[in-house]
């Protein structure tokens, strides 16, 4: 595997006061024969046969951009020369991308910093699409329903749409798969799976209104949550299923959203006598998780994975205020070394884990880790001015990662540029429900800041408050048309969706 540069360790050799000027100089964009040459060298051809009719003739280099940043242009500048089959495909992937970064793609027109525009209503008609009659070859996902509807309403309300004339048919459509034990199937008959009860959840949340809300059987739901519940501190993902970290996250989820009650039945496997309740241990059983790289795995001494990160991360700002529990319970600054060793130059997205590919959907999954740890760092908002101005002035606690690349990288190059619309692991790759989500969750972060502004206490639930608007450094390489909609920094839904369904369950006493 080639020694891959990140973003951050790129960044790092340029002092931090002078990063802002070197990021806005605008640069002669390198003619397209230059990459035409860096391809063959990467995929071992000779550059004479790179003849793609999609490419820019050199005719017209004089006419493209001039404002791309030789990061995201350029070969990475430190390799291993030992080939194998990881370095192999790593060095295919950049050569994919790297045309779409060169804003090289004749038939992709672009703005003077080599960005394309983000097509809203194609990836729009791409999701409604989804939402209806699918043909015979999704049978594949005929257990991951619940989360085909999140993907779609929630990725169309990223974009900017009302998503409530869903409503009714997704009310249906949840009864269908709501089981009287508790919790909701995969589809109608399936057995109640946590990950499916929490993209249903939220599903109905996105929607919104009292009959959506309803139609989650809160008492069933709480009764099958105590028999997930371990003595260990973490959450089976079903009755009998695997233990790990998607359950803390998806649990405390539904326990906050829906305000339920955190005692445990006494039919519960981690019931005791001294009062332990659903959230006991579930800190400490995130800290086992952590990793010797500093990442986060599915269960201890397991292998670190982004989106595992997200969902510890996510489960421990829940818990509490992320300045007090994310230090109680990991080594935040080895976090910080494996989330930036994530984003890759010249390609700008994210990889998952170590040794393996950007993907479109990392965005999400490590790029919105950032908001959580930047909160972490900086502490509410009465706490930020002494943070961030008075220990060290040489640190912006909000930059922790490159906006721009992970910017340059959705736009340019996990956009489906096609007529059938959607977004997309990487070029290559076609688009999918999934994808399209994650990547405008990812969008939507790094075109938004996040502060926290208060905490109400110290104890488990802690309601954090977070201030998330528009985020206006320099450079902006996006059209401000294309700003999509914030999105909640923890739950990842739309702000006042959270707001409005918390608020209704706090007001129902009981069941």
């Known amino acids: 595997m ?24 605008s640069r002669p964009r390198p003619s397209p024969t230059k990459f035409r040459h860096a391809q063959a060298e990467l995929a ?20 493209g951009p001039n404002m791309i940043p030789d990061l995201f242009t350029s070969l990475p500048p430190i390799r291993d020369t030992l080939a194998t089959t990881s370095s192999t495909v790593q060095d295919d992937t950049v050569a994919e991308c790297l045309p779409f970064l060169a804003a090289d793609i004749k038939t992709v027109p672009c703005n003077e910093h080599g960005v394309p525009r983000l097509d809203r209503q194609r ?13 015979g070859r999704f049978v594949s996902l005929d257990a991951s ?55 249903m959840v939220l599903a109905l949340s996105i929607v919104g209104g009292k009959n959506a809300y309803e139609v989650i059987d809160r008492r069933a739901l709480w009764r099958w949550l105590c028999t997930l519940k371990q003595p260990d501190g973490g959450f089976r993902m079903a009755v ?30 981690a019931w005791t006598t ?12 995130v800290r086992r998780c952590q990793t010797f790289e500093g990442g986060i795995s599915a269960q201890p001494d397991g292998e670190a994975h982004g989106a595992y990160a997200f969902c510890a991360l996510g489960c421990l700002a829940i818990l509490g205020a992320p300045h007090r529990t994310f230090t109680s319970y990991l080594d935040v600054p080895r976090l910080i ?12 997205g994210y990889s998952g884990r170590t040794n393996k590919l950007v993907d479109g959907c990392y965005s999400h999954w490590v790029g919105c880790c950032w908001p959580l740890v930047e909160a972490s760092l900086a502490g509410p908002s009465s706490l930020m001015f002494d943070v961030n101005k008075t220990r060290n002035p040489d640190i912006d606690f909000h930059n922790l990662y490159s906006r721009e690349g992970l910017i340059r990288y959705i736009l340019c190059c996990a956009q489906d540029q096609s007529k059938r619309g959607g977004m997309r692991d990487k070029p290559s790759k ?37 201030d998330v608007s528009p985020y206006t450094g320099s450079p902006q390489v996006y059209d401000e048309e294309d700003r999509v909609n914030a999105t909640d920094p923890v739950y990842f839904i739309p702000e006042g969706k959270r707001k409005d369904i918390m608020s209704y369950f706090l007001s129902k006493p009981g069941f």
């Not at 080639?2 to 802002?20: C, V």
């Not at 000779?46 to 004089?62: L, Y």
């Not at 001294?274 to 059983?285: A, E, H, I, P, V």
Request: net charge neutral; aromatic share 8%.
């Open 240 to 269: 009998g299923g695997e233990v790990d970290i998607r359950g803390a996250y998806c649990a405390a989820v539904l326990i906050t959203l829906l305000n339920l009650p955190l005692d445990l039945s006494p039919g519960s496997p």
């Open 337 to 348: 070394s494996w989330l930036s060793s994530r984003q890759y130059a010249p390609e700008g």
């Open 430 to 466: 076609t688009s999918d429900a999934y994808h399209t989500c994650y990547v405008l969750s990812g969008l939507s972060s790094a075109q938004h800041l996040t502060r926290l502004l208060a905490s109400d206490g110290e104890g488990m639930t802690t309601h954090s408050k977070y």
């Open 145 to 199: 329903r619940p989360w085909l509807l999140y993907w779609c309403l929630n990725g169309l309300s990223i974009l900017g749409v009302d998503v409530s004339d869903y409503r009714d048919d997704l009310i249906e459509t949840a009864r269908s798969m709501q089981n009287d034990t508790g919790g909701f199937g995969g589809g109608i008959g399936h057995d109640s799976h946590l990950a499916c009860t929490y993209a």
């Open 2 to 25: 080639p020694i891959k540069t990140s973003l951050a360790r790129a960044r790092q050799r340029i002092p931090y006061k002078e990063r802002a000027a070197a990021s806005t100089s």
């Open 44 to 63: 071992g051809q000779d550059s004479q046969d790179f003849n793609s009719p999609t490419s820019r003739s050199a005719s017209d280099q004089n006419q």
């Open 274 to 285: 001294d009062g332990s309740n659903l959230f006991t241990g579930l800190g400490s059983y």
């Open 123 to 135: 990836h729009i008609k791409f999701l409604r699409k989804n939402l209806g009659k699918l043909p």
